[in-house]
């Protein structure tokens, strides 16, 4: 029954329905059909809920909805991870509060400060930003506080904890007001995300979008048993082949994205790197690149493999097993999104089989052998 209700029957409005549509979201995802009505009653959010299932605009869409009955500045504010999805999400936010002028700040390390207190100075509704250089802000930027905040969200809130943010988010829930809606969105539901729900949710409504841990049905899921001292070879071999298809090749290491991306562009391949090592800058040019189809192949480290949504991905590659099946998962995520489907293939040699199958009985699936 859920799956037939469209966003006006979930309680949005003509404007952001209208939104919704010219963005080409007919029916609303399961997150959302979920989440949207809790929301807009004005209840507290926990949201579980897989990479790619719509979670942006289950959160953004009420925060717009109830930023249209009261519009005032600094109205919401979303703390993500990476900066990447920092300005992924403003994207979304723009996307679908175009239509009521909605302005937005995205304040994230590695990008010109000044740039940034120029945009808080226009005294924007919706701050997305990474936890250190919003705390950056809240101190050192004159006029600029949260003191007046109605929305609070924490999205990929497990990989929030891990990254050792704990520290800047205490200090931006001690100036935020007591009194507003929190959302917390995460993949994985781990101890320090339940005791973050503790200290800072009120009776929230909890969301299940997805059974735990798992992988979306219309991704395909091979492995390739070879001898680690061809892994390259078979990695060429395979991107040859698949030369037609946008492919993320995950490596365990910076170095080795450089390596490869240069290997495989004196192949003529169209390679990119993107690693956490990079300026900002290039980071972000390497992904607009990738997203802009000049180059097909994007060579990465985890820093790509959360929540990014890049439209499109047809092939995972993971050159290096991950070290666990949350990261596995976190990767593969990038591609057979939003109903679409897509292929993971995983590069597996004689030193990491016993991994693989490890991160096999995790997540309850074998994997098939990928087919030349
Ligand atoms: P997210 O999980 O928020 O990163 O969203 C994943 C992708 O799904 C994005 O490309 C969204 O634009 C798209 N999307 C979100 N909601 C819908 C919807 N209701 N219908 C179709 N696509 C959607």
Known sequence: MEEDKNFKDLGICEQLAEACDNLGWKIPTKIQAEAIPHALEG????????????????????????????????????????????????????????????????????????????????????????PGRLVDHLSN??????????????????????????KPINEILNVIPRERRTYLFSATMTSKVKKLQRACLRNPVKIEAASKYSTVDTLK???????????????????????????????????????LAMMLRHLGLRAIPINGKMTQSKRSGALNQFKAGECNILICTDVASRGLDIELVDMVIN?????????????????????????????????????FVQIENDIGRQHMPFVW
């Not at 519009?71 to 936010?93: D, G």
């Open 43 to 130: 209840k507290d959010l926990i949201g579980l809920a897989q990479t790619g299932s719509g979670k942006t605009g289950a959160f953004a869409l009420p925060i717009l909805q109830s930023l249209l009955e009261s519009p005032q500045a600094f109205f919401a504010c979303v703390l993500s991870p990476t900066r990447e999805l920092a300005i992924q999400i403003a994207e979304h936010f723009e996307a679908l509060g175009a239509c009521i002028g909605v302005k937005c700040a995205v304040l994230v390390g590695g990008i010109d400060r000044v740039q940034q207190t120029n945009n808080l100075a226009n005294r924007p509704h919706i701050i997305v930003g990474t």
């Open 141 to 166: 930027t004159k006029g600029f506080s949260l003191r007046t905040l109605k929305y609070l969200v924490l999205d990929e809130a497990d990989r929030l904890l891990n990254e050792d943010f704990e």
């Open 221 to 259: 899921q091979q492995f390739c048993l070879l001898p680690a001292k061809y892994k390259e070879c078979y990695l060429v071999y395979i991107l040859t082949e698949m030369s037609g298809c946008t492919s993320m090749v995950f490596t365990r290491t910076c170095d080795a994205t450089l390596f």
């Open 319 to 355: 050159y290096d097993i991950p070290t666990s099946y949350k990261l596995y998962n976190h990767r593969v995520g990038r591609t057979a999104r939003a109903g679409r489907s897509g292929v993971a293939v995983s590069l597996v040699n004689q030193y990491e089989w016993e991994w």
